[in-house]
Nanobody
Framework: VQLQASGGGLVQAGGSLRLSCAAS????????VAWLRQAPGKDREFVAG????????LYDDSVKGRFTISRDNAKNTVSLQMDSLRPEDTAVYYC?????????????????WGQGTLVTVSS
């Protein structure tokens, strides 16, 4: 599986962005998928995850109520709708797959396949 994240950019605080993750070479419809992020000078962290059919979603407390993860297995894509963005959301965002149908909030449950997309939120 090769994943390509896109949709990042520069936005003012309070604004919105929608990130997309597209899979090529092979479907990821049997795998949980997550968005992870890494801010400058900080460790990578879990943001949101979704189970293989989309029935279960997980969020870090810092984004709960502001971000929404979704997936379309027919199109082999996973999206992250980010609303009410804050400067502390500035980071490179990566999409990653779990080895099985359900993930967790643990970074070790996921494998990042491609380069991330940069989100910059100005104050």
């Amino acid at each position: 599986v090769q994943l390509q994240a896109s949709g990042g950019g520069l936005v003012q605080a309070g604004g919105s962005l929608r990130l997309s993750c597209a899979a090529s070479r092979r479907t990821f419809s049997s795998n949980a998928v997550a968005w992870l992020r890494q801010a400058p000078g900080k460790d990578r962290e879990f943001v949101a995850g979704i189970s293989w059919r989309g029935g279960t979603t997980l969020y870090d407390d810092s984004v709960k109520g502001r971000f929404t993860i979704s997936r379309d297995n027919a199109k082999n894509t996973v999206s992250l709708q980010m609303d009410s963005l804050r400067p502390e959301d500035t980071a490179v965002y990566y999409c990653a797959t779990a080895t099985g149908p359900y993930g967790s909030r643990q970074l070790g449950a996921y494998r990042i396949w491609g380069q991330g997309t940069l989100v910059t939120v100005s104050s």
